[in-house]
């Protein structure tokens, strides 16, 4: 009898373990989650894979956009469906338990050659969604820059057109191996540990190296439009309600409104957060060399 492939990963501070049947050959992305990829041990959340076809029950499904398709979303029979389609439809059919910590998924056969791994697409979004905010965490709009394992998060106000620049963030002088690195894509997550709020990079949906990078909270800036650079601090209170505003609340399981609240609270009140004014970018061109201003915001991200 051909065993079964058992492959573990671990991301934003949730392991997981997905096990496939021989015939699917697959691996995680080399130049994304492969960096991520451990033992299968221990796992937070267990998926099982087979080849064939699945159909969810009688539902009423929320249905989303990405880029590769649509599927449809909703809780059945005390259990989370997810259909993915793509050039055709149910191309992956998954089935969870009310806590994500247990799934099957289902590929149709003419869907395998395209598959690259079972979570691939919305499912690890999904997935991982959920977990955090189940787990006490926030996924959140905006980007993070960690230095020697103390992270500082930026936020956007407003329309978000300014672009948030981070890569000259770092002091002249600092060792090589204390370079700033940036959480990718254009959100991140936050989770409590031990009473700490740690920020966990995210991979997009092609996965991404940059899922690895994680750190402290030590603060959080709120970027806003402003005729004149200012900072102020935001009170804890209306902290937590910027925080809501920017994290990622699923319209289809609005039973989690209760936990992003108690999350925001929990974040809000452990990291302060300041109000960070920055002007237009513009450019000077004073006397006869030119110098540029440029500022520092974020562009919001559409989420698939």
Request: net charge neutral; glycine share 12%.
């Amino acid at each position: 009898m051909a065993r079964t492939r058992l492959r573990g990963i671990e991301l934003a501070g949730t392991r997981l373990a997905v096990e496939a049947p021989p015939g699917f050959q697959w691996d995680w992305p080399a130049r994304g989650l492969a960096g991520l990829a451990r033992a299968p041990v221990d796992a937070d959340v267990y998926v099982g894979v087979s080849i064939g076809f699945a159909t969810p029950p009688d539902w009423e499904p929320i249905t989303y956009a990405f880029d590769g398709g649509t599927f449809d979303i909703a809780l059945a029979d005390d259990e989370w469906w997810v259909a993915v389609h793509g050039t055709q439809r149910f191309e992956r059919v998954a089935r969870f338990n009310r806590s994500f910590s247990e799934g099957e998924i289902t590929i149709a056969p003419g869907a395998v050659a395209n598959c690259r791994h079972p979570l691939d697409g919305p499912l690890l979004d999904l997935l991982l969604t959920h977990r955090l905010i189940g787990d006490g965490g926030l996924v959140l709009a905006g980007c993070a820059v960690v230095l020697g394992g103390r992270a500082l998060a930026l936020l956007s106000d407003g329309d978000g057109s300014a672009s948030v620049r981070t890569t000259n963030m770092g002091a002249a002088g600092r060792r090589e191996s204390e370079r700033t690195s940036r959480t990718p894509g254009g959100r991140f997550a936050v989770r409590m540990c031990d009473g700490v709020p740690r920020v966990h990079g995210l991979p997009g949906s092609h996965g991404h190296p940059g899922a690895c990078v994680m750190g402290r909270l030590d603060a959080l800036h709120l970027m806003t439009r402003s005729d004149k650079m200012f900072a102020s601090p935001i009170d804890s209170e209306d902290a937590i309600q910027e925080l809501l505003q920017h994290a990622c609340a699923p319209v289809h399981a609005p039973d989690m409104a209760d936990l992003l609240m108690r999350s925001a609270s929990a974040i809000g009140r452990a990291a302060p957060m300041l109000r960070i004014g920055v002007p237009e970018e513009r450019r000077v061109v004073p006397f006869d060399w030119g110098r540029r201003e440029a500022a520092h915001g974020f562009a919001l991200p559409g989420f698939r």
